[in-house]
């Protein structure tokens, strides 16, 4: 199986701070990468997927790059709403599996 | 635009067959999606459960394939997932999800709003 990792696994910040989150994969998984976003007590959301591309109505804020084994996911400009956990997902080889998350909080 | 409702029955004893169901609505007649269940628990993070077609063809996380069996309707208005001999383990959020784009391997660009089974006796 492709094993995924996250960093930082939390992340401090401020509203219009610029974040970005690192994802890595165990093996190339071309680009064949997605992420999501978390709040408590609901489903994760579809931000963006084969690894650049934004899911339509998200926030164009929210940016994507990366191939090959290493990703990451950048807030342009932090806003309240974006307090969550993200999650980055392979989808190049079976099972499809997600990293463990990184929790950005308010600093 | 699709929506997903899982439902189940909250409580499973060690041992017995965990069975849920997912009502989806908002999709086109004569459109077919690929389905999966994802599931959340504290210890494993999400995990991939499964993924089903609108003609019943499959595909299941090796980890959990022996104990696990999905179904859609015809229509695509219910899923349904039941595992077998069930532990603390499988003690989780079920999300019940659409595939993206019929992307294989999955991703999901809708999801329900999860429903939590507690393994307990």
């Known amino acids: 199986d492709i094993q995924m990792t996250q960093s930082p696994s939390t992340l401090s910040a401020s509203v219009g701070d610029r974040v970005t989150i690192t994802c890595r994969a165990s093996?190339?998984?071309?680009?064949?990468l997605a992420w999501y976003q978390q709040k408590p007590g609901k489903a994760p959301k579809l931000l963006i997927y084969?690894?650049?591309t934004l899911e339509s109505g998200v926030p164009s804020r929210f940016s994507g790059s990366g191939s090959e084994t290493e990703f990451t996911l950048t807030i342009s400009s932090l806003q309240p709403d974006d307090f969550a956990t993200y999650y980055c997902q392979q989808y190049d080889s079976y099972p499809a599996n997600f990293g463990p998350g990184t929790k950005v909080d308010i600093q | 635009q699709v929506q997903l409702q899982e439902s189940g029955p909250g409580v499973v004893k060690p041992s017995g067959t965990l069975s849920l169901t997912c009502a989806v609505s908002g999709v086109s007649s004569g459109t077919f999606y690929w389905w999966s269940w994802v599931r959340q628990s504290p210890g494993k993070g999400l995990e991939w459960i499964g993924e089903?077609?609108?003609?019943?063809?499959?595909t299941h996380n090796p980890s959990l394939r022996s104990r696990i069996n999905m179904s859609v309707d015809k229509s695509q208005s219910q899923l349904s997932l039941t595992l077998t001999s069930v532990t603390a383990a499988d003690t989780a959020v079920y999300y019940c999800?659409?595939?993206?784009?019929?992307?294989?391997?999955?991703?999901?660009?809708?999801w329900g709003q999860g429903t939590l089974v507690t393994v307990s006796s």
């Open positions: 999800a659409r595939v993206g784009a019929v992307s294989r391997p999955p991703y999901f660009d809708s």
């Open positions: 084969k690894a650049a």
């Open positions: 093996q190339s998984i071309s680009n064949w």
């Open positions: 089903i077609y609108h003609d019943g063809s499959a």
